[in-house]
């Protein structure tokens, strides 16, 4: 294993930021492509909270890398569902990187776990 990192986000925290700022927070650490998808859901905020928490863990699993800009760290869902990372246009399949979202009540937690070789 090459790092571990998790992250957990009230989804308060994430609501309070939309409504305050709306598009350009969600330009600014959100792609477009996790915008349509979280914005399609019926608890956004929720979505977004639990991509934000990934965003932070696969940070902290890389040991707080400068440089990395949220915006350019993708959350994805494969077929199945499983979410993935797409990092500067380049794809983690869970194979590479293990990434895991949940929602409890008012938190979303994330774990990435970057297995060895799973980052170049």
Known sequence: MYGIGVDIVKKDRISFLIER????FLKKVFSDDEIVYCMSKKERAEC?????????AFIKA????????LKKIEILNDTRGRPYLRVYGKEYPPHKIGLSISH???YAIAVCVI???GIR
Do not use: N
Request: net charge negative.
């Open 21 to 24: 700022y709306g598009d350009r």
């Open 115 to 117: 297995l060895e070789g």
């Open 104 to 106: 409890e009540k008012d």
């Open 48 to 56: 977004f909270a639990g991509r934000f928490a990934a965003k932070e």
């Open 62 to 69: 890389k040991g707080g890398v400068e440089g990395l800009i």
